[in-house]
């Protein structure tokens, strides 16, 4: 009788860890991104995503033990697109600003970040209103650069051109339509200037420092109150800083000589 009722139980607690395990494994933590940025996210040609930004979101799904699901959309929809919960948090080479800070949390951060002027070598441009007065300038719309040179070159002269991706400023860029983009260096140096069709621009001046727009680093963005995601995004984080997951995916797609901060 004892057996059979060991039996039984044994049966049960079998049948429930069943029914438990698919909720357990069924969690998925969907990243929003714009696949339009390389090195940091884009298309192969097989429409596979890849990219800095997606090797790192696949690598803490797999440390928090949760399922990647990947949205697409242009970046300057993301913000909203987590506030109406298309997905959980933006993955996309994202600045910590003050202004985002008031609508989403972020987590700690994933790896250092630089701003650079892009333009002919020709033209001899500094990234500085002076400069590039009466100029027209590329930037992503939505982005960090955009706000930066609106606040601090539109009001000179400088005219502000804002694009729903990155590759159509370098279009542009190469046709004449503009005489620079203002961009992430890692992303100019990877996405255009390797490229033969970049073979007649460079970096202009030095690194742009702002703080007050232009964070060092790139974060992932939370929707505010959601502890739950924000605490697995971190607690994974530093796993893979720990292990030297995010150092090793920063090297591979990023200068050799960067590491993460």
């Not at 913000?79 to 600045?95: C, E, T, V, Y």
């Not at 027209?136 to 982005?143: A, D």
């Not at 971190?234 to 901060?261: E, F, P, V, W």
Request: aromatic fraction near 6%; hydrophobic fraction near 45%.
């Amino acid at each position: 009788m004892n057996q059979h009722l060991l039996a039984v139980l044994g049966s049960a607690l079998a049948a429930a860890a069943l029914i438990a395990a698919p909720s357990a494994q069924a969690e998925t933590l969907r990243f929003g991104t714009d696949p339009t940025y390389p090195p940091y996210e884009y298309k192969l040609p097989s429409g596979q995503l890849a990219g800095l930004d997606i090797e790192i979101g696949n690598a803490l799904c797999a440390a928090s033990h949760v399922k990647c699901e990947w949205v697409e959309g242009s970046f300057d929809g993301l913000i909203a697109g987590l506030q109406s919960r298309k997905f959980d948090a933006i993955n996309a080479s994202l600045a910590a600003t003050a202004a985002r800070r008031a609508v989403m949390d972020f987590s700690t951060p994933l790896y250092p970040a630089d701003i650079r002027l892009v333009a002919a070598k020709s033209a001899h441009l500094q990234p500085n209103a002076a400069s590039l007065a009466g100029k027209r300038i590329g930037v992503l719309q939505g982005s960090t650069q955009a706000a930066f040179a609106r606040l601090n070159w539109a009001a000179h002269g400088v005219m502000i051109v804002e694009y729903q991706d990155q590759n159509s400023v370098y279009a542009d860029l190469m046709n004449g339509r503009l005489d620079g983009t203002l961009v992430v260096g890692a992303a100019a140096q990877l996405g255009f200037l390797a490229k033969p069709e970049g073979r007649n621009f460079e970096l202009a001046g030095a690194q742009i420092v702002d703080p007050a727009l232009l964070s060092a680093s790139s974060v992932i963005g939370v929707r505010k109150a959601d502890s739950h995601t924000l605490q697995m995004l971190d607690a994974a984080i530093a796993q893979l800083k720990q292990n030297g997951t995010i150092d090793r995916l920063t090297h591979k797609y990023l200068d050799a000589g960067m590491t993460t901060k």
